[in-house]
Each structure stands twice: as structure tokens, then as C-alpha cells.
């Protein structure tokens, strides 16, 4: 075969996507390794997957720009659109120039060449900053599949292209639904539609596996006790239609909208997800999952899992944001409730007080909120357990008082049985707790708080290998997790109990960089170091244990809480007379 006809079998029809990072020269004489670092990142967290979501191949990067080919110029257009909604809100983020046009190309190993690539690549800098210009042929191919509005640039000079190409610039934002229903009132907690998935495969009745992917996570997201789901014939009326987010959340009733697609072959799939923020349009998150398919049915599974656990993280983050941009005075139940998670989060004693008077104000405004009863036995305790600024007993017997309170309300609060198991096991009772535990799974077996206890326990129980991987579990469920102080801390108490004491120093030490100020890890450390015979390194961390928080150390050493049964008392003790402890 010639040259010529190896060209022509390559040669096929493309909707190439070109942008370049506005102001880019300028950054990188500013900051180079920061400016590329940002470039970097916009890449992998933003035009990747959103590339991906509509079914788009990166096949070209320079240092301030892409190359993306999609199968159509409506898929490339709706990618640029979602790339330049998502950098538009953002305040301080990087600005892009994109020009989209359809046209021929001719695939050279992964590279594209051709007219279609060119004049792509030359519509872009007529682009405004954070802009899109389009060919003729990408509005003739849009028209009754996008209502978009657009200014007639004409038919300007483009460097070494001799045809005359119109072209046009993009309102963004202007695409409506052409019959608009009436609003329905957003629900009193945070509310999700999940559109049917765009089933990109070549053959049409490929359609049921997308369609089951969407609705198994329907399915899935159902069994969150604190988000409001829309039923499948609802979210899947839009099915075929253009979708316009903004328009759907206002019909539909809901916060945030899944949109997705999957494009699968006879051995792979790959599915692409996005969520997106109905009042505002912005994307809150986006992944792709590109899975073997030795088992169609495992595999479906294995997405929809997926998928549901990065979505409750990510809906309950931007709830918790949203509820941080309003005035105090103007917070709802559940806003306040979501206040008073920021503040208990942050692992502070000083921020106790606030978390436990937006808990207070939230049960105020809804006395039947179970999620606020919840927390508030969190904040007791905190301040029994980690700070010692509440009696012990005191502490623990209003913790149970309202976790008592929390499944009165919702038998089927799995969290609340998790957060009953750790009040059980710091009484010592960890045959209670591991009940707790067991009743905590079998509400909800994605229970991440469960799965953590049940590892804490575990540990506790002369099983620190196997303890530490529920953890780990429950960090997988919600990788939130992994930040918080008393899931590092407990971490720590894995590898000392394990007397892999060399892990224990290392996971305490970066601990410490990362949170100064706290106890809670120190007397581990200290024992570890002791251990290990660093004499002196040992008696500095106990002396800084005891300096930093003198009660809390009295309480686990000096009144050896009963959480930790005699044995780990024992090897804790243990460690810490080789510190230089003398009690």
C-alpha cells in the first residue's frame, strides 16, 4: 500500500477542539514552575475528564495548549462549553481560549493532522478569554440539537489557510429548554437527579447497559438516609433531549444533577461521570472509570459503587461550602447542622463551643433533625476523650443520651449505631460495640464511620493488621477520612499495637507536621520512640505529650481508660516507662 493510499484509509471526519491558557508567556516569566504546576493541573482535573465525559481523545499538548478529536462537532462543542463554565467560576483560576471546528484529519500513529486540526487551531485566538469560536459547519451541526446564541465574526484572514471560513463566537450560558416548567421548591435536604448515561458505543442497543448504569446508581444513592433522590421516570424524561442542567434542577426540584456516558466495546467500558451544580452550573466533580469486560454484570457493579461513593462526599463538601457562605442568622436546620460539621471536623478544642451551638440552633429549627443528635454526642466526646474539658462519665452519658435520641428518630441511622459502638468500646464494653457495629452494617454496609469502629475495635481487641484494614475500608468509603486526627491517631495505635513500632514514629511523625498543636498522638509516639531505645527522642516527645495536655495524658495514663482493655494498657505502659514515664 502507497503512502497515499495508507492517507486515504487513516483519512476520517473529526470535531477538533484547539485551546491555548491566556496570559501564558507572561506567567512563566513570572513563575515558571508554578504556572506549569497550574497548567498541570487543569489538564488532569479538569479537561481530561470532562474530555472523557463526552467521549473526547487528548491526542496533543503544548505547553499552554491541547488538542482534543471527538467523534462529532456537537460532542466537541458541548466539551468546551462544560471546560470554560467550569473555569469561568472559578475566581482566580486559569482562562482559556478554545476554538472548535469540524473537519477531515488523518490519524498518524496517535496524532491527528489535516485541515480540521489547522483551522481548529486557528479559530482559537479569535477566541475572548475564556471564550469559544466556532466554524460554520459546528453551528450548522449544533442547530436543533443546542439552542446556543452567537455573534458573526464574518469571515476573517486565518494564517495560511486559504479558504474563507465564517466564523462565529459563543454566548455562553444561553441554552434554555424550549417549553420551561414551573420551579418546584428545593427539599429541605440536599437533592440529586440522575439523568439517564448517553450511550456512546456504536451499537444502539448498547443503550441498556448505560440506562442500568444510571439506574442501579439511582438505586444506590436511594439508600443515603440525608439526600433526596429524583425516581428514574422523572430524571429519565430528558432522555434524548439537549439538557440544559440549570433548567433541569428548576423542573426537577434538586440542587445537583449526574449526567454521564459509557462507551463500550466487546472487551472494555468505559464510563463517564459528572456532577454538577444545578442553581450555579458549575461542576463539583468528574471521573472516569475504564474497566475489562470479563463480566458485564460485576463490572456494572463495580462503576455504580464507585461512582456512589465519590458522589456523597462530594455533595456533602459543596452543602458544607454553601452553608458557610451564608449569615449565620439566615441558616436553615440543615445549614446550621452543616456549620456545625465544619467546625467539629476541624479537630480543635476551642472550636467545640461553636459546633455545639450550631447543632443546638439546628435542632432548634427541626427537633427531628437525627443527623444533629448525632454530632452533638461527637462534641461530648471530644471534650471527655480527646480534650478533657467535660467529666469522662458526664461526657459519655450525654453522648449516649443523644445518640439514644438519634435512632429514636431514625431507626435506620447507621451512623449513629457506628458512633454507638465507639461510646460502647471507650466504656470498655467492645462486645456492645461490635454489636453496634454489626447492626450499623447491616443498614448500610457502605457505612464508612461503622467500618472505621469496627477496625478501632478490632485493634483494641488484639487484631491490629485486620483492624487497620477496616479502616483503611472506611477510608475508602470516604476519603475525607483520611485527614481526620482521630483516624491518623488511631492508625498509630495500629502499628504500636502491631509492635511495629519504626511505622508507628514515621505515621506519628507526619502527623505531628501536620497537626502541631494536638495531643491525642503523642503518648504513642513517646512509647514507640521508648520501644525502640531513642532514649532521648522518647522523653522529649513524653515531656511534650505531657506539657502540651496534661489532662489528657492523666486520663489515658494515669486513669488508664478502660477503652483499651489490659493488655494494650499493658504494652502502652510499657513503652512509656522506657520513655521515662514514672508512674
Not at 473537519?103 to 477566541?127: C, F, H, Q, S, T
Not at 442553581?279 to 461512582?307: K, P, S
Request: charged share 25%.
Amino acid at each position: 500500500m502507497t503512502q497515499v493510499d495508507m492517507d486515504e484509509a487513516n483519512r476520517r471526519l473529526a470535531g477538533i477542539l484547539a485551546a491555548d491558557v491566556v496570559g501564558y508567556s507572561a506567567m512563566v516569566g513570572t513563575d515558571e514552575p508554578a504556572t506549569l504546576a497550574r497548567v498541570r493541573t487543569l489538564r488532569a482535573d479538569v479537561v481530561e475528564p470532562l474530555a472523557a465525559m463526552h467521549g473526547g481523545r487528548l491526542f496533543k499538548t503544548t505547553g499552554d495548549g491541547f488538542l482534543i478529536a471527538f467523534a462529532s462537532a456537537v460532542q466537541a462543542l458541548r466539551c468546551a462549553i462544560g471546560i470554560q463554565e467550569r473555569l469561568n467560576s472559578e475566581p482566580d483560576g486559569l482562562r482559556l481560549r478554545i476554538g472548535v471546528h469540524q473537519g477531515e484529519v488523518v490519524a498518524e500513529g496517535d496524532d491527528l493532522l489535516g485541515d480540521g486540526v489547522i483551522i481548529a487551531a486557528r479559530l482559537e485566538p479569535l477566541a475572548e478569554p475564556g471564550g469559544i469560536c466556532i466554524s460554520a459547519r459546528v453551528r450548522e451541526d449544533a442547530a436543533g440539537k443546542m439552542a446556543l446564541e452567537v455573534d458573526d465574526l464574518g469571515r476573517p484572514e486565518l494564517k495560511n489557510i486559504a479558504t474563507k471560513i465564517q466564523v462565529f463566537r459563543v454566548h455562553l450560558g444561553t441554552a434554555e429548554r424550549p417549553v420551561p416548567l414551573p420551579a418546584l421548591p428545593l427539599p429541605d435536604k440536599p437533592s440529586i437527579a440522575v439523568l439517564a448515561f448517553n450511550n456512546m458505543s456504536s451499537d444502539p442497543e448498547q443503550e441498556y447497559f448505560s440506562d442500568g448504569i444510571a439506574d442501579d446508581i439511582i438505586t444506590e444513592l436511594s439508600r443515603i438516609r440525608w439526600l433526596f433522590v429524583i425516581a428514574r421516570n422523572s430524571s429519565f424524561a430528558y432522555k434524548g433531549n439537549a439538557i440544559d442542567v440549570k433548567q433541569v434542577g428548576r423542573e426537577l426540584g434538586v440542587r445537583y444533577v449526574l449526567e454521564g456516558s459509557v462507551r463500550r466495546d466487546s472487551k472494555r467500558v468505559r464510563v463517564n461521570a459528572q456532577l454538577v451544580d444545578a442553581e450555579t452550573g458549575n461542576h463539583i466533580w468528574a471521573d472516569r472509570y475504564d474497566r475489562d469486560l470479563a463480566d458485564v454484570f460485576a463490572v456494572q457493579d463495580e462503576i455504580t459503587l464507585a461512582v456512589t461513593r465519590a458522589i456523597a462526599p462530594a455533595v456533602d463538601d459543596a452543602e458544607q461550602r454553601r452553608a458557610l457562605r451564608k449569615p449565620p442568622t439566615n441558616l436553615g436546620a440543615w445549614e446550621a447542622y452543616q456549620r456545625g460539621r465544619w467546625y467539629l471536623t476541624r479537630f480543635r478544642s476551642q472550636d467545640l463551643p461553636q459546633a455545639r451551638e450550631f447543632f443546638d440552633r439546628a435542632l432548634e429549627l427541626d427537633p427531628t433533625l437525627a443527623a444533629a443528635h448525632t454530632s452533638l454526642a461527637m462534641v461530648f466526646v471530644r471534650e471527655g476523650m480527646m480534650y478533657a474539658s467535660r467529666p469522662f462519665q458526664e461526657a459519655l452519658r450525654l453522648a449516649e443520651d443523644e445518640l439514644q435520641k438519634a435512632v429514636e428518630l431514625d431507626p435506620n441511622d447507621a451512623n449513629a449505631y457506628g458512633y454507638r459502638a465507639e461510646v460502647a468500646g471507650i466504656l470498655g464494653d467492645h462486645a456492645t460495640g461490635f454489636g453496634y457495629v454489626e447492626r450499623a452494617l447491616s443498614i448500610d454496609e457502605n457505612c464508612a464511620i461503622a467500618h472505621h469502629y469496627k477496625g478501632w475495635l478490632q485493634m483494641l481487641t488484639g487484631r491490629p493488621s485486620e483492624g487497620r484494614q477496616s479502616i483503611l475500608w472506611g477510608i475508602r468509603l470516604d476519603p475525607r477520612r483520611a485527614s481526620f486526627l482521630n483516624v491518623r491517631t488511631h492508625v498509630v495505635m495500629s502499628y504500636y499495637i502491631e509492635c511495629d513500632y519504626e511505622t508507628a514514629v514515621a505515621e506519628a511523625t507526619r502527623l505531628i507536621a501536620d497537626r502541631p498543636g494536638s495531643p491525642y498522638h503523642l503518648g504513642w509516639l513517646a512509647a514507640a520512640l521508648g520501644q525502640l531505645g531513642r532514649s532521648d527522642e522518647a522523653r522529649a516527645a513524653l515531656d511534650r505529650a505531657i506539657a502540651t495536655a496534661p489532662d489528657v495524658f492523666h486520663l489515658y495514663v494515669g486513669q488508664r481508660v478502660l477503652m483499651m482493655g489490659q493488655a494494650v494498657c499493658d504494652h502502652l505502659m510499657e513503652g512509656l516507662r522506657k520513655a521515662g514515664w514514672q508512674g
